[in-house]
Nanobody, 112 residues
């Protein structure tokens, strides 16, 4: 089993910033990739950003230039700048070893 502790979500005005963090623990033999997905109202869960053990990153086109992902062992963070209303969603921490896991999620709301 895998446990996620996610934090950093909240309410922010358009153009503002938030930093999400996630710490993973449990029966994990090898962490290949960590990252963040999100799911807004009426939308499918979508990839936001991932980072591999070697530091290679991948971002959704909609967040490139605004979000930055980083990691340190079992921790992953997402710096979100220039936030837009369409970024409003539940953000879920993501882990891949031989399988995929998602955390319970933290709410991000971008509104004036």
């Amino acid at each position: 089993q895998v446990q996620f502790v996610e934090s950093g979500g909240g309410l922010v005005q358009p153009g503002g910033s938030l930093r999400l963090s996630c710490t993973v623990s449990g029966n994990i033999f090898f962490i290949d990739t960590m990252g963040w997905y999100r799911q807004g109202p009426g939308n499918q869960r979508e990839l936001v950003a991932t980072i591999t053990r070697t530091g290679r990153t991948n971002y959704a086109d909609s967040v490139k230039g605004r979000f930055t992902i980083s990691r340190d062992k079992n921790m992953v963070a997402l710096q979100m700048n220039s936030l837009k209303p369409e970024d409003t969603a539940v953000y879920l921490c993501y882990l891949r070893d031989t399988r995929e896991f998602w955390g319970q999620g933290t709410q991000v709301t971008v509104s004036s």
